[in-house]
């Protein structure tokens, strides 16, 4: 498939303009946040760079980076590649504390993500406004507060996510397996994805070679841990000890488990099967629209990823506030690319929904994250909807082409 908008021209003197400001505010924003100290920065992220540092990148590799969260103790509970990063950024700590080193990595996340929204953007719209709008991703509050105040990577899976969208339109599914192994490598929440891919191998067809690609690069991205010497088992669970560290229905997230969980209505266990059962079938009834009505294209796939990415963790227990970063990050690219007052409005739900949810773990908000389910709620409805309408047009479509070439057959 050929580039989109190859032909286009290039960013206008008033879209340089505008996208100089953008990168300016960008800047002073982000100095004004960089001093903001969280718990996950101080108690988990310092001490591993502080570990890092003061032992080497073998030792910290091989060695427990030890944690002060019960129930999580030994190596540090991410997955290596995000230990890569800091360990590649520990080589400026002649000149930069570990927490400044800790934030350099979340915005550097921050600029990587805004750039995956870029190659997305190119594959709908023409090169300014996506060079525009890939910088004012920079911008969103979600973006800004994840990286710069909050010193988390949610931008780096996220951005590998929006990637794998990206490589879809554009037909690259070795590139779209691959992209998503190395998603699931950096954060097991890049599975929120999982049926867009259902969706695309179904209805493209994709042959089996492709399908070993995801567990290929998952594992070559734990390899230089294993040659470093962390024993293979606990690379193979790590998830599973995440998994096992809280035992709440929700972690300040805005979805429905948080209202559950405050009223008291399900027990823990029994909440917890019931929403992992409901997310598997909304996730193989979402992946098996192709086998239902036909294949999706362009803006309408962008759309069925939005609706993806916002369900999963809607419908999941066990989430956390930050979980709906890609629905965030997604809504906003199909704003940009199909500019329309529903589309807009689902953006802008999806991101006040997420932000009341930061309001309530980084400002004690505690009504953020049942405002934020309604307001994200509220905002599926809209997308399944379009969405719903999208795949009866296009069944009509394939109907009445069928039907006017069974004509012109019996005519002949």
């Not at 599975?191 to 891919?197: E, K, L």
Request: contains cysteine; hydrophobic residues 55%.
């Amino acid at each position: 498939m050929t580039e989109p908008h190859s032909a286009a021209p290039g960013a206008s003197r008033h879209q340089k303009l505008v996208l100089a400001a953008v990168l300016l505010a960008t800047g002073v924003l982000y100095a004004g946040l960089l001093g903001w100290r969280t718990t996950d920065v101080e108690w988990w992220f310092v001490p591993w760079m502080d570990q890092i540092i003061q032992h080497g990148a073998l030792a910290s590799l091989s060695a427990p980076l030890q944690i002060q969260v019960e129930g999580a103790e030994g190596f540090a509970n991410y997955t290596p590649p995000y230990l890569y990063l800091l360990i590649m950024a520990s080589s400026a700590s002649d000149f930069l504390s570990s927490f400044m080193l800790v934030k350099l990595v979340a915005i550097a996340g921050a600029v990587f993500c805004a750039g995956c929204v870029h190659y997305l953007l190119r594959a709908l719209v023409g090169p300014g406004a996506a060079l525009l709008g890939a910088a004012c991703v920079l911008l969103l509050p979600t973006v800004a507060l994840n990286g710069a105040a909050w010193g988390q990577t949610d931008t780096i899976w996220s951005g590998l996510a929006v990637l794998v969208v990206a490589f879809a339109l554009r037909e690259r599914w070795a590139a779209m397996l691959i992209a998503f192994g190395i998603a699931l490598a950096f954060k097991l929440q890049a599975i929120f994805i999982a049926p867009f891919i259902l969706y695309i191998i179904l209805s493209r067809r994709i042959g089996l070679r492709y399908l070993p690609l995801p567990l290929l690069a998952y594992a070559a991205m734990m390899l230089p841990a294993w040659l470093g010497g962390r024993p293979a088992w606990d690379l193979a669970t790590v998830y599973l000890d995440q998994a096992g560290t809280y035992r709440w229905l929700s972690m300040n997230a805005p979805n429905p488990w948080s209202l559950v969980q405050y009223l008291r209505l399900l027990p823990y266990e029994t909440g917890v099967i019931i929403g992992t059962l409901a997310t598997i079938l909304a996730a193989l009834m979402l992946g098996a629209f192709s086998v239902l009505w036909r294949r999706l294209e362009r803006a309408d796939l962008l759309l069925l990823a939005v609706v993806v990415a916002g369900s999963m963790p809607y419908l999941l227990p066990k989430m956390h506030d930050r979980y709906f970063f890609l629905a965030d990050i997604l809504a906003y690219a199909l704003a940009v690319s199909r500019p329309r007052p529903w589309s807009i409005g689902v953006a802008l739900a999806i991101q006040f929904g997420s932000l009341g949810a930061y309001a309530s773990h980084m400002l004690d908000f505690r009504a953020g994250k049942y405002i934020g389910a309604l307001l994200i709620g509220a905002a599926l409805v809209v997308a399944i909807g379009h969405l719903l309408r999208a795949l009866r047009s296009g069944a009509s479509r394939d109907i009445a082409l069928w039907t006017a070439k069974a004509s012109a057959r019996s005519v002949g």
